[in-house]
């Protein structure tokens, strides 16, 4: 998978858990999953002939609904280092899978991330599988 076919795929995983998370609560911003991409090169004197690649990458997710925070900042040296970072946050503020602690199965993690989790809630979800492990 090249590193454009990921972004698209983690932009898709962010828009459903956007779209979760606003079910849930419809408290949101106008900027929801909007992402910045800044590319760096090199400056003139680094690189008189404008022959280097890219030095540095910034992807800054804008989002209110999900993580700590509105803003979103993943910095590395190449694309590939910030879509490292952007899928770990992805995995923890909107995690694909089954949830450990509450045993819903597919289900994004909204309950956790809302602070919303107990017993009479989590066995009226659709996703509730009881209280046998799952795996």
Not at 64 to 82: A, S
Not at 89 to 114: F, K, S, V
Not at 124 to 134: F, I, M, Q, S
Request: charged letters at 30%; one cysteine or more; aromatic letters at 12%.
């Amino acid at each position: 998978m090249t590193d454009d076919e990921r972004f698209v795929m983690l932009r898709k995983r962010l828009f459903a858990a956007i779209g979760r998370a606003l079910k849930e609560d419809p408290a949101c911003k106008h900027y929801e999953g909007t992402i910045d991409h800044l590319v760096q090169y090199p400056d003139y004197f680094d690189d008189t002939k404008a022959e280097s690649g890219s030095s540095y990458h910034e992807l800054t997710v804008h989002c209110y609904v999900l993580g700590d925070g509105r803003h979103h900042k993943f910095t590395g040296n190449t694309f590939k280092d910030v879509l490292d970072l952007f899928e770990a946050w992805i995995e923890e503020y909107a995690p694909n899978g089954d949830c450990q602690t509450c045993r819903i199965r597919n289900m994004c993690g909204t309950l956790m991330l809302l602070g919303l989790y107990d017993e009479n809630y989590v066995s009226g979800c659709k996703y509730y599988v009881g209280e046998e492990e799952t795996e």
